[in-house]
């Protein structure tokens, strides 16, 4: 029984134009009903973004928490660190769904990771989880194989496991 879906920000919930800056995202248009239909089942909906475009200083200051909530997701945790600055957070670390699962009780197999990039995959792996990679063409050219690939976010309910 999953209680709680983990959504990557960029290229899973949306399209950037430049992934430097955060507010270029533009939104797939199941990203909202996905959610919606998530606490339908009675499921958590919540964000892990790595977003060193705060390192960087182009995301310094940007509203993250009233997007996530105009999304109507449950929780959000960000990871603002660039890659040198050697964090347990910025994916594939697991900082951000360890402190998670710690604050809300959780084991990693109650939770689903769905991300487009193989950092998301293995850190969802890494923690347990579920695992869904979202691609378009519907493929997988990494290594770290997920559980389900789904080309748009309105496949998810469908290869979640429901036992
Ligand atoms: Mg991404
Ligand atoms: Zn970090």
Partial sequence: MI??????????????SD??????????PDARETIRALHERGIKAMIATNQSSIARGTG???????????????DWFICPHDNQDGCDCRKPATGLLRRALEKYHWSGGECA???????????????GMFTVLLSPQRECTFATRPKAIISSLSELLQVLPTD
């Fill in 3 to 16: 209680r709680c879906v983990f959504f990557d920000r960029d290229g899973t919930l949306g399209t950037l």
């Fill in 19 to 28: 992934v430097r800056y955060p507010q270029t995202i533009t939104y797939f």
């Fill in 60 to 74: 310094a200051g940007y509203d993250f928490d009233g997007e996530f909530r105009f999304l109507g997701a449950d």
């Fill in 113 to 127: 990771m769905v991300g487009d990039r193989e950092t998301d995959i293995l850190c969802g792996e890494r923690m």
